[in-house]
C-alpha cells in the first residue's frame, strides 16, 4: 500500500522536469523525514507527525512550482503594469474606432434601427473580448519563457507622476461631453436620412426647433471645451451652464408635452397597438430631461460657489482636498 509520503512525493514530481526528478525526489523524503522525526521526538505519534508535516509543506503542486522555479501566476510585476497600460489603450482608441467602422457599414448595408444596435453591440463585445484574450496570451507566453523581460520592463520616474492641479471640467468630463455632443447632433440629422425609411422625429421641427437643438448641443460642446481651460469654476461658467441646459430642455419637454416631438407618420408608433408605448416613452424622456438638468444646474451652482468661497474639493480618486486660490 502506497504510503501518505510516497503519495505526496509522487503528486510533486509529476510537475517537475523528468531530469530534476531524482534529485528532488531525495530532497524532498529526506526534509520530510526530519520534519517527521523532530515531531515524534516532541511527542506526538508517528501518523500524526506524518499529517502535520504534509499540511506544513502545503499543496505539493505549488511546491513542484518552487522546486522547478516556475511561476505559478499568469501574469508577474515586472510584465503587468506594461499589460494593463497595452490593454487600457487598446480598449480607448482600437476598440471604438473598430465599433464605430462596424455601425457605419451596417448604417451603409442595411440602416435598420435594430441591426444597427445590433451590430455596435456584437462588435463591442467581440472585439473587446479578442483584445483582452490574445493580448493576455501573449504577455503569459513571454512571462513563461522570458522573452521580451528587460525591453518591457519600465523604469519608473518622477515624470510618470499625474498632474493634481485644481480646475473646473476634467479633460476626461471635457472629452466625453464634446463626443456626446457630436454623437446627439449626428443621431438627430441622421434619423431623417438613413436610420429608418420615416424619420423619428417630427419633420415640422426642422423649420425651427431642431435646428435650435443643434445649435445649442453645439455649444454645450464647446463650454465643456472652455470649462475644461478654465483654472476654477466661476459663476460665469455656472450661468453660461444654466442657459444652455434650459435651452436645451424647455423646448425639448415644451415638443414632447405638446406631441410635437416624435414624427405622427413613425411607423413605431402609428399603430394603435402602440399608443401606450409612445405614452410612456414621452414621460420617461419628459421626467429624464428634467431631473438631469436640474442637478447639473445645481451640481455646476454648487461648484462655483464653493470655489467662489475658498472652500476645499476633493481631488478624484485621492481621498485628499485642495483648495482653490
Known amino acids: 500500500m502506497t504510503s501518505l509520503v510516497d ?9 517537475v522536469p523528468e531530469q530534476q526528478r531524482a534529485d528532488i525526489d531525495r530532497e524532498l523524503r529526506a526534509s520530510i523525514e526530519d520534519a517527521i522525526e523532530a515531531r515524534v521526538d516532541a511527542g506526538e505519534t508517528a501518523e500524526l507527525a506524518t499529517e502535520s508535516a504534509l499540511l506544513e509543506l502545503g499543496d505539493p503542486d505549488r511546491l513542484a ?3 522547478a522555479d ?3 501566476y499568469l501574469l508577474g510585476p515586472k510584465l503587468f503594469p506594461v499589460w494593463r497600460k497595452l490593454l ?5 482608441t482600437v476598440l471604438p474606432i473598430v465599433v464605430a467602422v462596424a455601425v457605419v457599414i451596417q448604417l451603409i448595408d442595411d440602416p435598420d434601427v435594430g441591426k444597427v444596435i445590433g451590430t455596435g453591440i456584437t462588435t463591442l463585445i467581440t472585439v473587446a473580448v479578442h483584445i483582452g484574450f490574445w493580448t493576455t496570451l501573449v504577455f503569459a507566453i513571454l512571462e513563461r519563457t522570458g522573452q521580451g523581460h528587460p525591453e518591457l520592463s519600465t523604469t519608473w520616474g518622477l515624470k510618470d507622476l499625474p498632474r493634481y492641479q485644481p480646475g473646473a471640467l476634467p479633460l476626461h468630463e471635457a472629452i466625453a461631453a464634446m463626443v456626446w455632443a457630436a454623437m446627439l447632433i449626428a443621431a ?4 431623417q436620412f438613413t436610420f429608418t425609411d420615416v424619420p423619428v422625429l417630427d419633420p415640422a421641427g426642422w423649420t425651427f426647433w431642431w435646428p435650435l437643438v443643434i ?6 460642446g464647446a463650454w465643456a471645451l472652455r470649462a475644461h481651460f478654465a483654472p476654477v469654476w466661476t459663476r460665469g461658467l455656472a ?8 435651452l436645451f430642455a424647455v423646448p425639448v419637454i415644451w415638443l414632447l408635452a ?3 416631438f416624435f414624427n405622427p407618420e413613425f411607423h413605431g408608433f402609428a399603430a394603435d397597438s402602440t399608443t401606450d408605448v409612445k405614452h410612456w416613452v414621452t414621460v420617461s424622456l419628459i421626467v429624464v430631461i428634467a431631473l438631469t438638468t436640474a442637478w447639473d444646474i445645481i451640481d455646476t451652482v454648487r461648484k462655483a460657489e464653493r470655489a467662489r468661497r475658498g472652500l476645499p474639493t476633493r481631488v478624484s480618486g485621492s481621498g485628499n482636498s485642495y483648495t482653490y486660490v
Open 239 to 246: 450661468v453660461a451652464n444654466a442657459v444652455l441646459a434650459l
Open 88 to 92: 487600457v489603450t487598446l480598449y480607448s
Open 7 to 15: 503519495r505526496y512525493v509522487y503528486t510533486a514530481l509529476r510537475r
Open 215 to 220: 445649435v445649442v448641443i453645439a455649444l454645450r
Open 258 to 260: 405638446t406631441d410635437r
Open 188 to 191: 438627430l440629422i441622421l434619423q
Open 70 to 72: 516556475r511561476p505559478n
Open 65 to 67: 512550482d518552487r522546486y
